[in-house]
Each structure stands twice: as structure tokens, then as C-alpha cells.
Nanobody, 129 residues
Framework: QVQLVESGGGPVQAGGSLRLSCAAS????????MGWFRQAPGKERDFVSA???????SYADSVKGRFTISKDNAKNTLYLQMNSLKPEDTAMYYC???????????????????????WGQGTQVTVSS
């Protein structure tokens, strides 16, 4: 059974930094794809960043240059380093992991693939101005 447990969220002032962690257990896919999404109150859950088994990364335009995704395979842990935080970054942040398969374009690591996979319970990030 796949379990994803996020940590590292909390209150922070604008311009500050946080590092989120996602500890994965039971996740043994040969081509792992993991990522982060976020959801603000009253809004949809939006893609933030993803990383595939080759280490290739992708980011939402709103976080490019400020957030960095990484993973430690030995610890089965995914990270999201968030710098220069803004009030609009306030949201619940969710870790996601693909459940296998490919999307309509043949990609095995995409936003749509992640949305169909496994989810953590989320960690709250609140950025004050």
C-alpha cells in the first residue's frame, strides 16, 4: 500500500523560505513520477512541480525560479524547496505519485498522470505579507 506523508509546512513571512518533505512508503514503480500540487481555499488543486525517474523536472510558471523540486531515492523522500515566498503561495500543499500508465501523449510523467495516482494528506503553507 502506497503512503505519502507530507511535512514542513507552516506560517512564514513574505520573502521567506520553507522546505516541504514527502515521505513515501510502499511506492516501488520502476518509473516513478512524483510531484507537488497546491490548493487554496475555494480554488482548484493546481500543479506546482514534478520530477521523473531520470531527474527531469517541470514547474508551474508561477513558481519557476523560486521553487526547486528534488528527491532522495535512498530515503524515499520528495522535497520542495520554496524561496521568495509570496502571500499568493498560501495553500495546502499535496504530494502526489503516479500509479503507472501513460497519458494520451505517451508520457508516463505528466500532470494528468499524477492526478490519477496517489495523494498525501497535505501540509498547510501560510505566507503573510
Amino acid at each position: 500500500q502506497v503512503q505519502l506523508v507530507e511535512s514542513g509546512g507552516g506560517p512564514v513571512q513574505a520573502g521567506g523560505s520553507l522546505r516541504l518533505s514527502c515521505a513515501a512508503s510502499g511506492y516501488t514503480y520502476s518509473k516513478p513520477c512524483m510531484g507537488w500540487f497546491r490548493q487554496a481555499p475555494g480554488k482548484e488543486r493546481d500543479f506546482v512541480s514534478a520530477i521523473d525517474s531520470d531527474g527531469s523536472t517541470s514547474y508551474a510558471d508561477s513558481v519557476k525560479g523560486r521553487f526547486t523540486i528534488s528527491k532522495d531515492n535512498a530515503k524515499n523522500t520528495l522535497y520542495l524547496q520554496m524561496n521568495s515566498l509570496k502571500p499568493e503561495d498560501t495553500a495546502m500543499y499535496y504530494c502526489a505519485a503516479s500509479g503507472g500508465g501513460r497519458d494520451s501523449s505517451g508520457s508516463w510523467c505528466s500532470v494528468s498522470i499524477l492526478r490519477l495516482g496517489y495523494w498525501g494528506q497535505g501540509t498547510q503553507v501560510t505566507v503573510s505579507s
